[in-house]
Every structure is written in C-alpha cells, then in structure tokens.
C-alpha cells in the first residue's frame, strides 16, 4: 500500500465530460487515503477548455507561491488541447524558484506535454510523463501495472524500464530524457518552449494518428535537425490510427523502417508509453541510459525530483 500523499489536481487543457469518471477517480484516491486538493479545477468548463486561458495558467503558478505548502504530486486531470495557450502565461522565474529540487511530482501526458517541455527549456524543472486523472485514475478498470510502475517511478531514485520486444538495431547510450505526445512536441518546434536537448534520448507517441501523419510530424523534428542532435529515438504506443486501402501495404512498420533509414540515430520500438491501459511512468528531464538488441531493451532513468 502507498504512503497517503497529497495530490493537488491541475486543469491546463480540456474539461471532464464525464460526472461518472471523475467521481470514481476521486472516490478512488481518497479511498486509498490521499488527501485531494483543486477539486475545482476539474469542475470548471469554458468553451472546450477546464476555465479561461487565466485560470488554467493560474492552477499552475499558484506552486510558485512561497506561502503555500507544496503538495507531494501536481496531477493532470485530462489532455485534450489547450495547454499551448497558457504557456505564455506561466511565471517560469518564480516556479523554478520555489520548485527546483523539491520532492514533488508534476505528472500528465498526452497534451500535458507542452506544459513538461516548456518548463524543462525556460526553467529546468524535471516532471514525470505520467497517467492522469480521468483517463487512468478513472479508469473502469484501473491498471495495476500503470499504479505499481506510478507509484514507484514517484518515490525510488531511480526507474527501470524493461522490454522483451525485440530491436533491429543495437543501442547503448546515456543521455537526457525527454518527449511526450509527438503532436504537441511537434508543434513547439521554433518556439521558445521547445527544450534545447543536445545528446538526448527522445521518446514518442500519439493516438490516432495515421502513419503517414506520424511519419510527417517526424519528418518535420528531423527536418529543423532536433533528431540530429539526439542519440536515439524512442517509438512509444501509436493506437487507433485506422489503416487506408490507399496505403497499399505502407503501415506503422513500414513507417519505422524509413524514419530508420532516414534519420541518422537508432530507432527503438515498443516502449509501454501513451494512450494505453497499462502504460509506466517515464522522468522527463531526467538522466537516462538505453540498451537495446535483439532480446529487447532497458531504459534506466536517474536524476529526477523523487517524493520517498
């Protein structure tokens, strides 16, 4: 059983349209014995958005505030969209203040990622790729493997990852970890949210995406040369992307065997990561070390923000 935690929820993106899931996800937590704060913050609704572009960057910069104590885990309640627009408004200066090397543990993924990325570039805090709220939390069937690999990303100094999925190409190679939903990070190529990751291991994935959209976003991170600057590329889960009779036979594989020949740095595949049941908890940020052959791989992960 995990140690009672206090788990302060953040809405940045989309709102909950399920009364049904949240109340389980709540019931849940607290049934284990967390204590849950920023229930509100799951409850507001403005257009498509969990509030105002105001109120969602508020949720955040309220962890910069020194009076307040700090809760052991920031918790994302969904993704969806809208994190990108309250970027500009984050105080970066006062949150890499109070939060730089505290135990706590800012978790999410999916569009989630914009707010991991921008605050690793403008104020190097490490956060964790991470389930969330409505869609793990909430679960009808809630993931033991997804909870166990949470709970002991969260409060070990160190993760291992372990997959028996076998790799075309071998790896051994230490470097920053970093990544999330290859939509969003995609879409931060230029801006000055986009960590300057040099020698980096970058991981990936995204949901419902065809695999020619994946190749073409992809694509668009070799082409501004971000994966030239990295020592692997990580494929994690990309579900739901409906096959086309035009296809004629291109499909995921085929798509990682021509980013493999395109891009100049190992491709692995088969990390249990993104819009899945049973997904683990991945350090963004953190220092990290892949081996990979054909048995499979292993990712260890360093360095990163730990709770106890």
């Given amino acids: 059983m995990t140690a009672s935690r206090t788990i302060e929820l953040i809405a940045p993106s989309g709102y909950p349209h399920d009364p049904e899931v949240l109340h389980r996800a709540l019931h849940r937590l607290r049934a284990q014995g967390h204590r849950v704060d ?5 409850k507001r609704r403005y257009q498509r958005f969990a509030g105002t572009d105001g109120e969602r960057a508020a949720d955040l910069n309220r962890l910069a505030d020194p009076s307040r104590e700090l809760p052991d885990v920031v918790l994302a309640v969904r993704g969806g969209y809208g994190a990108v627009r309250i970027l500009h408004g984050l105080d970066y200066e006062g949150l890499q203040r109070r939060l730089a090397d505290q135990p706590i543990a800012l978790v999410g993924h999916s569009d989630f990622t914009a707010i991991q990325l921008a605050l690793l570039a403008r104020a190097g805090l490490k956060t964790f790729g991470g389930p969330m709220l409505m869609s793990d939390f909430g679960a009808e069937q809630l993931s033991e493997f997804t909870m166990r690999h949470f709970w002991s990303a969260l409060t070990q100094p160190t993760i291992t990852v372990v997959s028996d999925t076998p790799q075309a190409q071998s790896v051994d190679v ?4 970093w990544g999330g939903n290859l939509a969003v990070v995609a879409s931060l190529v230029g801006t000055p949210y986009m960590p300057p990751v040099q020698g980096g291991i970058l991981f990936v994935e995204d949901v419902n995406e065809q ?3 994946i190749e073409r976003m992809i694509y668009q991170l070799h082409l501004a040369g971000i994966l030239a600057q990295q020592k692997a590329l990580v494929l994690g889960d990309f579900s739901g992307g409906k096959p086309y009779d035009y296809d004629n036979g291109y499909d995921l594989h085929a798509m990682v065997e021509q980013v493999r020949s395109l891009i100049g740095i190992p491709v ?3 990390l249990q990561f993104g819009h899945v049941h049973n997904m683990v908890t991945l350090p963004v940020g953190a220092d990290a070390h892949l081996v990979a052959n054909a048995h499979g791989f ?7 923000p730990s709770i106890g």
């Fill in 211 to 213: 695999p020619f959209r």
């Fill in 38 to 42: 920023g229930e509100e913050a799951a």
């Fill in 298 to 304: 292993r990712l260890t992960a360093s360095g990163y």
């Fill in 174 to 177: 230490t470097g920053t970890l």
């Fill in 268 to 270: 692995v595949t088969g």
